[in-house]
Nanobody, 124 residues
């Protein structure tokens, strides 16, 4: 059973940077896909942010250039570097995992394991 624990959220000002971490434990494999999603206040939908597999990374076109995903094999940790933050980036950020690397990387329905989320608040 894979467990995911996010950290690194907080309150920042517009224009600041922040790095989120997702610690992966349990029966995790390098061949799995890890992803970041976010849910804005007052919404139910989880928006795709970034995903990463052993083959490479997948980006949200709307966030490309500001957000970057990375994965450290030695520590089994995924990171999300967020730069030039805007007030509209305020959300709860979740990491998620799914077996394999084929298809559906941007759909939350494809992911079977989720972390508890970490809150990011960007003040204008």
């Amino acid at each position: 059973q894979v467990q995911l624990v996010e950290s690194g959220g907080g309150l920042v000002q517009a224009g600041d940077s922040l790095r989120l971490s997702c610690a992966v434990s349990g029966r995790a494999f390098w061949g799995d896909t890890l992803a970041w999603f976010r849910r804005a206040p007052g919404t139910e939908q989880r928006e795709f942010v970034e995903a990463i597999t052993w083959a490479g990374a997948f980006h949200s076109e709307s966030l490309r250039g500001r957000f970057t995903v990375a994965r450290d094999k030695a520590s089994n940790t995924m990171f999300l570097q967020m730069n030039s933050l805007k007030s509209e980036d305020t959300a709860t950020y979740y990491c998620a995992s799914k077996s394999g690397t084929t298809g559906g990387n941007e759909s939350p329905m494809a992911y079977t394991v989720w972390g508890q989320g970490t809150q990011v608040t960007v003040s204008a």
